[in-house]
Nanobody, 121 residues
């Protein structure tokens, strides 16, 4: 499975961005899709995840109420709508595909290249 993320950019605090991730290839071990982020000098952290079969979602507390993850089964893509962005959201965002709904990055088998999100104050 190959993942391709896009949609990052520069936005002012309070603004919005929408990230998308497209998957191609076999869907083995891809029951759940997630977004993670890594700020400069920090460890990669969980942002949001969604399970394909029932659209169950889970969010990090830091983004709950501001971010929304969704999927388009027909297009084999999933998106992260980010509203009310804060400078603390600045990071490289990665999409990932894995076998289960989890906040732990280790079970995610496939990873896309990151896309930079920069929020100015």
């Amino acid at each position: 499975v190959q993942l391709q993320a896009c949609g990052g950019g520069l936005v002012q605090a309070g603004g919005s961005l929408r990230l998308s991730c497209a998957a191609s290839g076999s869907n083995t071990h891809t029951s759940a899709m997630g977004w993670f982020r890594q700020a400069s000098g920090k460890e990669r952290e969980f942002v949001a995840t969604i399970r394909w079969r029932d659209r169950k979602t889970y969010y990090a507390d830091s983004v709950k109420g501001r971010f929304s993850i969704s999927r388009d089964t027909a297009k084999n893509t999933w998106s992260l709508q980010m509203n009310s962005l804060e400078p603390e959201d600045t990071a490289v965002y990665f999409c990932a595909a894995g076998p289960d709904l989890t906040t732990d990055p280790r079970p995610y088998v496939y990873w896309g290249k990151g896309t930079q999100v920069t929020v100015s104050s």
